[in-house]
C-alpha cells in the first residue's frame, strides 16, 4: 500500500502530532527566537526577588540619573531608583498584567462564542449585539473613563480591557463552531446519540483550540501595549513599577538620559515581537499539517518523481513544428507537466502524453481524479497554475509552436494571442466561474470588447444573440442578472455563450456538466454538440463520464496517474478497449449491469477485494 | 396501497406515513419553507430502498428526518414498532444501536483530528461498552469492511476517498443497526472505487441482512443496490415500486425523462435514446399544452 | 437599500445609547469627591454642599442620566464642571486636530497598503519578504513606543521636525504639515504593516478563485483582471479591517497627541477623565463614538456597492 504520508507519521497519536507543531515551531528560527525571548521575559518575572538587587521602589536620593556600574547594573533614574530592578519587577507587573486580560476575555468570550455558534437563536442575536457595541467602543478612551471611575489600579484596568478584547475570542470562537457545527461528522456524532456537551468537548472545542492559542499570543502582546501606553501618560498607578512607568520616567528626561528610555522601550519591543512571531510560527505549524490533511481533489498525482533538470538530455529547439502535422488543430507531443517539491525533485502530473485534434472533431479525454487530465487541458491553454513546468515536450496549435521543445513554461506571450480569440474554455462549475460582483451581460461583452475590438454597443448585440443561441428565454433578462441570480444549468448555458463569443476554433471544455443535475446535463449535452456541429469548431471534452463520451466524442483518449494509457475512434475505445485500465473502468459502469451482483469481487469477499484494490484507490488521493 | 405490499405491519422496520418537513424562514409572518409533503415510504427487514431524485428534490432531507436531523412538521416516523417522529434525545441514543449513517462525502464525515480507531469507538461508547470490548469490535469492523487493523491509529487525512468511505460504512457497523441511512455514499467517488464501494454494500447486507435507504441521484446506482425504488421531484414521491419496474420502464414523466436523460456508454446506444429522449419531451409538451386549458 | 440604511441606522442609535448609558452609570460612581475638587481645599463644607446641589449631584442616577439625555439629543451637552466651556465648543475646536490626524493617516494606510499587498500578492519574491517581515515589525512595536523614537531621534538628535507641535494651522500650512509629519509616521508605520499583510491574502484568495481562470481564458488582459475583478472582490476584508484600524486609532492618537503635545481631543480626554468632568467625558465619548458608527455605516454601505449579492439581501 503505498502511503504519501512520510513513514514516520504513520501510527501516531492524537498527543504526537501535538507535540509535532511544538517540534515545528522550535525547528523555525523565528519561532525558537520568540520562544526564548519569551522564556527570558517569564524567567526575570518569576525569579525577580533573586535578580533585582533593590526593592523597585527604593530612591537613593544621592545617586540619580547616574550611568550603569557594578551597584546599578543599568544606571538610576531621576530620584535615584535601580533600573534594573525596576526593569526585573516590571515584567513581573507587565506579563502577570497581560494574563489577566486574556484570562478575562477568554473567560468571557469562549464560551459565549461556543454557544452563539453552536445554538444560534436569542442569544446569538443579543450577544452580537453587544459584541457591536464593546467593538464600537475606542479601547483607551474607555480604560481612561474607567480609571476615573475606578481608580489607577493597573489590575482594574485590565480586567477592563480584557472585557473589550472579548469580542475577538467571541467572534473567532462562534465562526470556527459554526463552520463546524453543520460538519457531517457532527451529524454523524448525534445520530449516534452524543449529547450536546460531549458533542461540543469531542468535536467542536478541539477546532477552535488552536486559533484561541494564536489568538491569545496577540492579545497578550495588545495588552501589553495599551497598558504602557496607559501608563506612559502617567495615568498608572505610579507606586507600582511597570515599563510603561519607566517610559514615562524616561520621556521626561529625554534630554539628560536618552538611555532611560531604551531599556524600557526594548522590553516592551522585544516581548510584543516575541509574541506576535509566536503567533505566526503557531500558525504555519499548523498550516503545515493543515496542506497535508486537506488534499485537493482534481489536481493530478504520479508517484514518480525526478530531479528538476531544466533542459532534459534530448530536447532540441527546433523553429518549425514537425513537417506533415500543421494540419492537425492541435498536437500534443510526449508532454511532461511537473511540480517542483520542497527537497527539489519534480512531481509528475503529466507524464509523455501525446494526442491530437483535427478541425470539426470532438476528442474526450476520459480519467478518474489525479490521471491529470485537466492539467493536460490546461497545459493547452495556458492557464497552469504559475508553480507548474513543462518538463517534456511540445504543443503546437495551427502548426505553430505554443510550447516549444525546449521550453519550460507555457509561453504567456504567445498564447495570449491565442486565448479567448482562438481557444476558449467552458469550466466545470457554473456558478464558481462567474465574477459575482458583475452583471452577465459585462462578463460577456468585455471580452468580445478586448478580443475582437468592436463596440460596446455591438458587442451587446452579439452578446444578446448568443444568449439567445444557447437557449435562453429571456436574453435580455438574463443579461442583467448578476450570477447568483441565475441557476447553475443557466450559468452554464451564459459561460458555454462566452466561450463561442469570440468563434474560436477550440474549445477546451473541462467536465462541462459534471456539477450539473442529470436532466440539465442532458440539455447541456444538446446544446454542445448542437453548436459544435454547426460552427465546425474542434472540441477536447474533459471528462469521467463514459456516458457523455459516447453522446459527443468521435474519439477517446484514457489517462491514469498522468499517462496516456489508450486512444482510438470513440467506438473502438468503449466496445473493444485493449488496455486492462480501461477494461475495468468500463466494468464499473453500472448500466447493463445484473443488479443485486458484485461489480469487482467476483467470487471472494467483497471486503478482500477493497483491501486489493487498495492501491490504485489511493492515488485518488491527489496532492 | 397495493395488495402485493401489505404483509402486515410488524414486517416493517421502518414506516414513514404523511410526512411534512417544514423549515421556519427568517422575517415577519413569512411563510415557512416546506422542503417534504406527504411522504409515504416503508422499508423491510433486509430490503433497499433505493430514493432517487436531483438537487433540492428533498431526498437527502427525507433521510435527515429519519435519523432527527431535520424538524418533522407532520406525519409519523414510526421505526421497529416505535414512533421516532419526535423522539429525544435520550431516545435517539438507543436508536443510536439500530439506525446509523453513511454521508456524501468521505472527507468531512470524518472528524480530522480523531483517530480512526476513536472515530469507531464513539458509537460503542455512547452505548456504554468497555474500551477493551470497544477495541475488539473495531479489529472486526476494520476487517468486515477491508481495512487493515493498523489503521486504529491514523488519521483520515492518511487515507484515500474510498477508504474513508470504509471508514464511515465501518463506524455505521459497529453497533450491527437494523437501518443504515446511506446519502449519497458513492457520489464523491470515483467510477472504479464507487464498484468496489457498492460491492462492499452488498456483501454488508448478504452477511447481516441489514436495512439501507440508500439516497442517490444516479438512477443507475439506485437500479443496482435497491429491492424497490422511490422517485423524489420538488419534495415529492412521485412513483415508487419494485426496482427493475421504476428504473427501467416508468409510468411518471419526471422518472421518464430522468431515465432518459442519463447517457449510455455506447455511442449508438446513446444516439438512440437521445432521439427516444427528444421524442418523450415533445410529447410530454404536447400533453402538457393540451392538459392544461388556458 | 433604503431599508438596509435604515437598519443600520437605528442599530447604530441603539448602540449609542447602551454606551452613554454605560458611560454615565460608571461615571456616577467616580462623583463623588467632585464638588470638594472643584470648589478647592480650601472651600467650607457649606460651599461644596451648595455645589453639589447645583451639580445635581444629590439626585439618584436614573433621573441625572435622563436630564443629560433629554439635553443631549436637543444638541445641548451642557458645560464643563471645572472650566465652565460649554461642551460643544470644547470639543469642536479640538476635534478637526484629531479628525485631521486620523484621517490623513487612514488614507496614507489605505493607498499605501493596498499597492504593497497587491504588489506582494502580484510579484511574490522580495516585495512579498518585506511585508510580510514588515507586518511583524509593524506590529511588535506599539505606535507610541515609535513616537518616542521618532521624536529622539528626528527631532531632538536630527532636529528635522519640531518635537512638538501645538501649532494652529493659522501659522502657516509649512509649519503646520511640518508639525504634523512625525505624528503621522507613528500612526502609519504600523497600519501600513498589517493592512498590507491582509490585502496581500485578500488579493491572494481571489487570484486562486475559478472565475479568474475563466477571465484569463476569455482574452481579458491580466491588468484588467487585477483591477476590476480581483481588487473589487478583494475590498471588503481590506476595508473591515481598516474600520477596525480607525476605531483603534481614535483611542490609540490619544497618546500620540500627549507625546507631540498636539491640542486634540486626546489632551481632553485625558484631562476630562482624571477630573470627573462628567459632561466633558459625556462628550468625549458621544463624539467618538458617533464618529466610528458613521464610520461602520460608510463600510457597509460601500460592501453593499462592491458586493451586489449584499445589495439585494
Redesign the interface.
Known amino acids: 500500500m503505498s502511503m504519501i504520508q512520510p513513514a514516520e507519521l504513520v501510527g501516531q497519536t492524537g498527543t504526537v502530532v501535538r507535540s509535532h507543531v511544538v517540534k515545528k515551531i522550535l525547528k523555525n528560527p523565528l519561532g525558537l527566537a520568540s520562544v526564548i525571548v519569551i522564556v527570558f521575559m517569564i524567567a526575570l518575572a518569576v525569579l525577580a526577588n533573586v535578580l533585582a538587587p533593590f526593592d523597585p521602589n527604593f530612591a537613593n536620593i544621592g545617586k540619580t540619573l547616574a550611568g550603569g556600574d557594578t551597584v546599578n547594573l543599568l544606571g538610576t533614574d531621576s530620584v535615584g531608583r535601580d533600573v534594573w530592578s525596576r526593569l526585573v519587577f516590571g515584567a513581573r507587573t507587565t506579563l502577570l498584567s497581560a494574563l489577566l486580560c486574556a484570562a478575562v476575555a477568554i473567560v468571557i468570550g469562549l464560551p459565549s462564542g461556543l454557544v452563539a455558534g453552536y445554538y444560534a437563536g436569542k442569544f446569538d442575536g443579543v450577544a452580537n449585539w453587544v459584541v457591536n457595541v464593546l467593538m464600537a467602543l475606542p479601547g483607551i478612551i474607555v480604560l481612561l473613563t474607567v480609571r476615573a471611575a475606578l481608580g489607577p489600579s493597573v489590575w482594574i484596568s485590565m480586567v477592563a480591557f480584557g472585557i473589550l478584547m472579548a469580542p475577538g475570542y467571541f467572534r473567532l470562537t462562534r465562526t470556527a463552531v459554526q463552520s463546524v457545527r453543520n460538519e457531517l461528522y457532527v451529524d454523524a456524532a448525534r445520530v449516534a446519540g452524543l449529547g450536546d456537551t460531549a458533542i461540543i468537548s469531542r468535536h467542536i472545542f478541539s477546532v477552535v483550540r488552536a486559533p484561541i492559542i494564536i489568538q491569545t499570543a496577540v492579545i497578550c502582546g495588545v495588552a501589553i501595549a495599551i497598558q504602557s501606553g496607559l501608563e506612559f501618560l502617567g495615568l498608572g498607578d505610579p507606586s507600582v513599577a511597570t515599563w510603561g512607568v519607566m517610559l514615562n520616567e524616561g520621556f521626561k528626561n529625554i534630554y539628560l538620559s536618552p538611555l532611560l528610555l531604551l531599556w524600557p522601550a526594548l522590553a516592551i519591543g522585544l516581548t510584543i515581537g516575541a509574541l506576535v512571531l509566536l503567533g505566526n510560527a503557531i500558525r504555519d505549524a499548523l498550516e503545515d499539517a493543515e496542506k497535508i490533511k486537506a488534499p485537493r481533489r482534481g489536481s493530478g498525482t504520479a508517484q514518480e518523481t525526478l530531479a528538476a533538470t531544466r533542459h532534459l538530455p534530448g530536447r532540441t529547439s527546433p523553429a518549425a513544428v514537425e513537417a506533415g502535422t500543421e494540419h492537425h488543430l492541435v498536437k500534443v507531443s510526449h508532454l511532461g507537466v511537473g511540480y517542483p517539491q520542497a527537497d527539489g525533485s519534480i512531481k509528475k502530473v503529466v507524464d509523455d502524453v501525446s494526442f491530437h485534434v483535427d478541425r470539426g472533431e470532438v476528442l474526450g479525454i476520459v480519467g478518474e481524479s489525479g490521471s491529470g487530465k485537466s492539467q493536460t487541458a490546461f497545459s493547452i491553454l495556458g492557464l497552469l497554475p504559475d508553480s507548474a513546468r513543462i518538463v517534456a515536450g511540445s504543443i503546437q496549435f495551427d502548426g505553430k509552436f505554443t510550447v516549444a521543445p525546449t521550453d519550460d513554461r507555457v509561453s504567456q506571450a504567445r498564447l495570449g494571442g491565442y486565448r479567448g480569440k482562438r481557444i476558449s474554455y467552458i469550466p466545470q462549475e457554473p456558478m464558481s466561474n462567474l465574477d459575482p460582483a458583475f452583471t452577465i451581460g459585462y462578463q460577456l461583452v468585455t471580452p468580445m470588447v478586448r478580443v475582437l475590438k468592436i463596440s460596446k454597443a455591438e458587442a451587446r448585440k452579439r452578446a444578446l444573440k448568443l444568449l439567445d443561441d444557447v437557449g435562453i428565454r429571456f436574453p435580455e433578462k438574463t443579461f442583467n442578472a448578476y450570477p447568483h441570480e441565475v441557476s447553475g444549468g443557466m450559468a452554464q448555458r451564459v459561460l458555454i455563450a462566452g466561450a463561442i463569443s469570440c468563434e474560436p476554433d477550440l474549445i477546451i471544455a473541462d467536465e462541462p456538466t459534471t456539477a450539473l443535475d442529470v436532466t440539465v446535463q442532458a440539455d447541456v449535452l444538446d446544446l454542445i454538440r448542437d453548436l459544435q456541429k454547426r460552427l465546425g469548431v474542434g472540441v477536447i471534452l474533459v471528462t469521467h463520464n463514459f456516458g457523455v463520451v459516447a453522446d459527443l466524442c468521435d474519439r477517446v483518449a484514457v489517462m491514469q496517474n498522468g499517462r496516456l494509457v489508450e486512444d482510438g475512434d470513440v467506438r473502438e475505445i468503449l466496445r473493444n478497449p485493449k488496455d486492462p485500465y480501461t477494461q475495468k473502468l468500463l466494468g464499473s459502469m453500472l448500466e447493463d449491469k445484473e443488479p443485486m451482483t458484485m461489480l469487482v469481487s467476483g467470487g471472494m469477499g467483497a471486503a478482500q477485494a477493497a483491501a486489493r484494490d487498495d492501491d490504485p484507490d489511493a492515488k485518488e488521493m491527489a496532492l | 396501497m397495493t395488495a402485493t405490499e401489505v404483509h402486515g405491519a410488524g414486517a416493517r422496520l421502518l414506516t414513514v406515513s404523511g410526512l411534512d418537513v417544514e423549515y421556519p424562514l427568517k422575517g415577519f409572518r413569512r411563510k415557512p419553507f416546506r422542503a417534504l409533503t406527504d411522504i409515504n415510504i416503508s422499508i423491510k427487514p433486509g430490503e433497499t430502498l433505493g430514493l432517487v431524485g436531483?438537487?433540492g428534490s428533498g431526498k437527502t432531507t427525507l433521510g435527515?428526518a429519519v435519523?432527527?436531523?431535520a424538524p418533522v412538521t407532520r406525519g409519523t416516523i414510526t421505526f421497529a414498532g416505535q414512533d421516532i417522529s419526535h423522539a429525544g434525545?435520550q431516545e435517539?441514543?438507543?436508536?443510536?444501536k439500530d439506525?446509523?449513517?453513511v454521508?456524501?462525502?468521505p472527507?468531512?464525515?470524518?472528524?480530522?483530528?480523531?483517530?480512526i480507531g476513536d472515530?469507531l469507538a464513539?458509537?460503542l461508547k455512547?452505548?456504554g461498552q468497555d474500551p477493551a470490548t470497544a477495541r475488539k469490535r473495531v479489529k472486526e469492523l476494520l476487517?468486515?469492511?477491508?481495512?487493515?487493523v493498523?489503521a486504529v491509529?491514523?488519521?483520515p487525512?492518511?487515507?484515500?476517498?474510498?477508504?474513508r468511505q470504509?471508514v464511515?460504512i465501518a463506524?455505521a457497523l459497529a453497533l450491527s443497526p437494523k437501518l443504515i441511512v446511506c446519502d449519497e455514499p458513492v457520489s464523491a467517488l470515483?467510477?472504479?472505487?464507487?464498484?468496489?464501494?457498492?460491492?462492499?454494500f452488498?456483501?454488508?447486507q448478504r452477511d447481516t441482512g441489514v436495512s439501507y435507504l440508500f439516497v442517490s441521484?444516479?438512477?443507475?446506482?439506485v437500479?443496482?443496490?435497491?429491492h424497490r425504488v422511490a422517485v423524489m421531484y420538488h419534495g415529492e414521491i412521485v412513483e415508487q415500486g419494485p426496482?427493475?419496474t421504476v428504473t427501467r420502464s416508468p409510468e411518471h414523466p419526471y422518472t421518464q425523462?430522468?431515465l432518459?436523460?442519463?447517457?449510455?456508454?455506447?455511442?449508438?446506444?446513446?444516439a438512440k435514446r437521445?432521439d427516444e429522449?427528444h421524442r418523450l419531451l415533445a410529447a410530454q409538451r404536447l400533453q402538457e399544452a393540451s392538459g392544461i386549458p388556458a | 437599500m433604503v431599508s438596509f440604511i435604515l437598519k443600520r441606522i437605528a442599530s447604530g442609535i441603539s448602540v449609542l445609547v447602551a454606551i452613554s448609558f454605560f458611560t454615565y452609570c460608571l461615571l456616577y460612581f467616580s462623583s463623588a469627591n467632585i464638588a470638594r475638587n472643584i470648589l478647592g481645599e480650601y472651600a467650607s463644607q457649606a460651599q461644596v454642599q451648595a455645589k453639589e446641589i447645583e451639580l445635581g449631584l444629590h439626585r439618584p442616577l436614573l433621573s441625572r442620566f435622563f436630564e443629560w439625555a433629554g439635553n443631549a439629543v436637543q444638541g445641548d451637552f451642557g458645560a464643563s464642571w471645572f472650566t465652565s466651556e460649554p461642551v460643544v465648543s470644547a470639543i469642536t475646536t479640538r476635534l478637526p486636530v484629531t479628525l485631521t490626524l486620523v484621517i490623513v493617516s487612514i488614507v496614507c494606510i489605505a493607498i499605501i497598503a493596498t499597492l504593497l499587498g497587491t504588489a506582494a500578492a502580484v510579484k511574490r519574491g522580495w516585495i512579498d519578504r518585506l511585508v510580510q517581515g514588515a507586518a511583524v515589525v509593524g506590529d511588535a512595536i506599539p505606535d507610541f513606543v515609535l513616537a518616542i523614537v521618532l521624536v529622539a531621534v528626528f527631532a531632538i538628535n536630527l532636529k528635522i521636525f519640531p518635537a512638538t507641535s501645538s501649532i494652529s494651522p493659522d501659522a502657516g500650512s509649512a509649519a503646520w504639515v511640518a508639525s504634523m509629519t512625525l505624528p503621522v509616521i507613528a500612526l502609519l508605520i504600523n497600519g501600513i504593516a498589517s493592512i498590507a499583510q491582509q490585502i496581500r491574502s485578500a488579493v491572494i484568495k481571489q487570484l486562486e478563485k475559478d472565475y479568474v481562470r475563466t477571465l484569463r481564458s476569455r482574452g481579458i488582459p491580466e491588468w484588467e483582471i487585477l483591477f476590476k475583478h480581483v481588487l473589487r472582490s478583494a475590498a471588503p476584508a481590506g476595508l473591515t479591517v481598516l474600520s477596525l484600524k480607525f476605531v483603534g486609532m481614535l483611542g490609540g492618537v490619544v497618546i500620540i497627541e500627549q507625546i507631540f503635545a498636539l491640542p486634540g481631543m486626546g489632551a481632553l480626554a485625558v484631562q476630562s477623565t482624571s477630573q470627573g468632568d462628567i459632561p466633558l467625558v459625556m462628550g468625549v465619548v458621544l463624539y467618538t463614538v458617533i464618529i466610528v458608527i458613521i464610520v461602520n455605516l460608510l463600510v457597509d454601505l460601500i460592501n453593499g456597492w462592491l458586493n451586489p449579492k449584499v445589495r439585494v439581501s
Open positions: 436531483e438537487s435527515r435519523l432527527g436531523l434525545r435517539r441514543r438507543k436508536l443510536g439506525l446509523q449513517v454521508f456524501q462525502d472527507y468531512t464525515s470524518l472528524n480530522p483530528s480523531l483517530q472515530i464513539e458509537p455512547v452505548q476487517d468486515q469492511v477491508g481495512l487493515p493498523d491509529d491514523r488519521l487525512r492518511e487515507f484515500s476517498g474510498g477508504q470504509r464511515a463506524r470515483d467510477l472504479s472505487t464507487q464498484a468496489v464501494v457498492l460491492d462492499l452488498l456483501q454488508i441521484h444516479d438512477l443507475d446506482v437500479r443496482h443496490i435497491s426496482a427493475s425523462r430522468l432518459l436523460a442519463s447517457p449510455v456508454p455506447d455511442p449508438d446506444r446513446q437521445r429522449r
